[in-house]
């Protein structure tokens, strides 16, 4: 079975708790739900593609990425959670044009046992 395919309890795959989750650590760093969160699984990598949410006008406040090293520590513990293996790199990318924030996870190595 796939990592994408892997069912979590309560029916959810892996990608599935992994954009949830984000989308909840993305609200408490910028104040907002994104629009969108994709999530692709690769062997040793994880990219998460937020698309990211309209500032309320009644606020005045312009849509804000959060850039902070807490935002990446928590997004980290949440990618090792969903995965169960080690982040060895976090790699953010923010494309303010088309205000959408990639962030991609290089996982360790999964431990072998001969």
Not at 7 to 12: H, L, N
Not at 67 to 90: E, K
């Amino acid at each position: 079975m796939s990592d994408q395919q892997e069912t979590a309890p309560g029916g959810e795959t892996t990608s599935d708790e992994i954009a949830r989750s984000l989308g909840t650590v993305w609200q408490r760093f910028a104040g907002q739900r994104p629009k969108s969160t994709s999530v692709a699984i690769e062997k040793n990598r994880i990219t998460c593609v937020i698309e990211e949410g309209t500032p309320d006008p009644a606020s005045g406040e312009d849509a804000s990425t959060p850039d902070s090293a807490s935002f990446g520590y928590n997004a980290t513990a949440v990618i090792t959670r969903a995965t169960g293996r080690r982040v060895v790199a976090f790699i953010p990318k923010s494309d303010k044009k088309a205000q959408t924030s990639t962030q991609t996870f290089i996982l360790d190595q999964p431990r072998q046992r001969f």
